[in-house]
């Protein structure tokens, strides 16, 4: 747990060190703020609804960037050869690494508190909605950088791990869609395994268990992914 | 304080390493002497625990680094052959991030990384950040990052690869000074180096073990001896004495006497001097005796081989230091 945190502090320290962070957050908050102002200036109405849709999918984007870094850049400077030699616990490694991930999302979330504070200076929005969407612009988030965060154990180049996060989050987008095309509950199933799906009501305003329960086991299963692969390694190379 | 048994390691179908035994004592310095691919950076990944084995088992000061990971790996301090760094970090920010990943109390923290700080010689770098100091520091911070919190047993994969002259001495000085308070295991392929730095030598070579002895005792082995094995169609008793009688034979060893069709045959293993081929010899001694030589085959190629392989870069190694004296 104390590694746990000392490996975050580092991570978050890298982030913030590094363009990247600034460049993935720049882009974000420019695209965000676009929507926002686009969306307010077309609807006339003080509400984030459509605005919280554009940014998840703006996200997906962005998050496989935020991530690729993460463990595929270890393996290549050979940095991962102290931390598995280290009194340190692969989940230890995982965790603390994905949660720096999170972190620096959620410094780009806290900047978009922004818009609903104009919002709230200039009308009066129903804050219910603007709760719930951030709880699931969270979640979502959080969902989308433990895919990144597996693909950048699965590689030792930050690029493949990019790319290989950006389809996987992808292929979750577009499950969605398979509704329309595959009738009966075989569509039905699949398209609840969307990431988007189950973002819908929390714009709406309604706090679902099971959305939350979707999103939280999505993340355990890739971080518990990434563990499995990286400890697999031990055993081959 | 270190026991490597019967360790294999396969990748695939290409063998990394093959049934390696050896243990080191405490406070000893153990050279881990091969050619390139030899095995060595992988028999240190297992030890450390960064690779597993096939089969066989390490023990380090009693832990088994299978079973017992974490307690194993709280002893071992590990420089890999490319230095573990984080180059955008300061080396004091870098060590003092180690520090928490070996778990060291906050109380003790200071005393460790001055300690460290003190036994690399890291003074001068301490407060800059490790992307711009020069490839020797680096390298220092490497074995400072691997001192850090006193590890009974320290791993270091090449420490001299990659520098200058001047800073080979150094670091060899430094590993030197290490030995007695901590169990040193140092790779090279470098045979001078291991023949300077080290108590005992181990020679693998193609994943497996080639020699272990001190570094006299393998440089005698080299220049003053040749041997061979001979099987000799002979009366059990007679044949040896007859044999160590020759000109040049430095020493027998009977491996086997038995029967064949009835016949008593002695195998014997031969070490003689290198000036000297007594195996002409030989043959007409027994020829005169009338004891046929059945068989008779050199031994101990490997290890020729491998020092033969190791010698050539010892040349280039040895005018380097000429170099660096002058």
Known sequence: MLKTWSIFKREVASYFLSPIAYVMGAVFLLLSGYFFSIILLATHSASMQGVFGNMAVTFIFVAPVLTMRLIAEERKLGTDELLMTAPVSITSIVVGKYLASVFTYLVFLAVTLFYPAILMFYGSPDMGPIFSGYLGMFLFGAACLAAGTFASALTENQMVAGVVGFGVLLLFWILGWVSAAVTGPVGDAISLLSILKHFDDFQKGIIDLSHTLFYVSFIFVFLFLAVRVIDSRRWSA | MIEVSNLTKTYGKARGIEDLTFSVERGEILGFLGPNGAGKTTT?????GYLTANSGTVKVAGYDVFEDPMEARRRIGY??????????????????????????????????TAE????????????????????GFKQRVGIAQALLGDPDVLILDEPTVGLDPRQIIEIRELVRSLGGRHTVVLSSHILPEVSMVCGRVVIINNGRLAAIDTPEGLSRRLRGSRCFM???????????????????????????????????????????????DVREALFFKMAELGWPILEMRPVDLSLEDVFLKLTTEEKLEDVVEVAASA
């Open chain 2, 44 to 48: 240190m990944r297992i030890i450390t």
């Open chain 2, 79 to 112: 420089l890999p052959e490319n230095p573990p760094l984080y180059r955008e970090m300061t080396v004091k920010a870098y060590l003092h991030f180690v520090c928490e990943l070996k778990g060291i109390p906050k109380s003790r923290r200071a005393a460790c």
């Open chain 2, 116 to 135: 460290a700080v003190e036994a690399a010689g890291l003074a001068p770098v301490y407060g800059r950040v490790i992307q711009n100091i020069s490839r």
């Open chain 2, 230 to 276: 001979v099987r000799i169609r002979g009366p059990h008793e007679e044949v040896p004495p007859k044999v160590s009688e020759l000109a040049g034979v430095r020493s027998i060893s009977v491996e086997k006497v038995d029967f064949q069709d009835g016949k008593p045959e002695v195998l014997l293993s031969v070490e003689t001097e290198v000036s000297l």
